[in-house]
T-cell receptor, first 111, second 115 residues
Framework: DQQVKQNSPSLSVQEGRISILNCDYT??????FLWYKKYPAEGPTFLIS?????DKNEDGRFTVFLNKSAKHLSLHIVPSQPGDSAVYFC??????????FGTGTSLTVIP | EAGVAQSPRYKIIEKRQSVAFWCNPI?????LYWYQQILGQGPKLLIQ????????DSQLPKDRFSAERLKGVDSTLKIQPAKLEDSAVYLC?????????????FGPGTRLTVL
């Protein structure tokens, strides 16, 4: 039962343009959402998060948007840089600090 | 600040053999997680510890997998006997309980190949 879904397995974007990564969830009990970035042969690293009581959180080039009614969140990267090329995982937290991860989107930023 | 340590980084075994993975979380992190990440999929939680107690092990195949965190610090995950479908990266993560960002810090993972 996949409670967090990332329907785009891959995305290619030109350097300097905007990258938009999408994530959908099914469980309305999730209260916190996070994005992780993963390079090959490394564990995921935390990127940005958002509480369910907010609809936007911004940190430098990264912005996460949350649409609770649609059970949808997105990560915007502006401007995209070649070093952003990685796999991005969306994760959602349930009470008890239990996390559910999506299947990931592989982002390639083309120089 | 030292990160989450895991060993070994790679392990190749034959089916029906046993294997154990070790994790040392970030100092002071009460919560420890073991995830299984099969190629092309996201991490799937196997077991979650709060100090040395189990919070959630609902997705742990208990007939073959076991995990312990005896002193509330290090943890080991064991598979006995291994099956072909256990081939995956096993990730350990830790977090501050109730941390502001609720973020988990991941180790580099152990890549297991079962032949």
């Amino acid at each position: 039962d996949q409670q967090v879904k990332q329907n785009s397995p891959s995305l290619s974007v030109q350097e300097g343009r905007i990258s938009i990564l999408n994530c959908d969830y099914t469980n309305s009990m999730f209260d916190y959402f996070l994005w992780y970035k993963k390079y090959p042969a490394e564990g995921p690293t935390f990127l940005i998060s958002i509480s369910s009581i907010k609809d936007k959180n911004e940190d430098g080039r990264f912005t996460v948007f949350l649409n609770k009614s649609a059970k949808h969140l997105s990560l915007h990267i502006v401007p995209s840089q070649p070093g952003d090329s990685a796999v991005y995982f969306c994760a959602a937290r349930r009470t008890g600090n239990q996390f559910y991860f999506g299947t990931g989107t592989s982002l390639t930023v083309i120089p | 600040e030292a990160g989450v340590a895991q060993s070994p980084r790679y392990k190749i075994i034959e089916k029906r053999q046993s294997v154990a993975f070790w994790c040392n979380p970030i100092s002071g992190h009460a919560t420890l997680y073991w995830y299984q990440q099969i190629l092309g999929q996201g991490p799937k939680l196997l077991i979650q510890f709060q100090n040395n107690g189990v919070v959630d092990d609902s997705q742990l195949p208990k007939d073959r997998f076991s995990a312990e965190r005896l002193k509330g610090v290090d943890s080991t995950l064991k598979i006995q006997p291994a099956k072909l479908e256990d081939s995956a990266v096993y990730l350990c993560a830790s977090s501050l309980f109730g941390g502001v960002k609720n973020e988990q810090f991941f180790g580099p993972g152990t890549r297991l190949t079962v032949l």
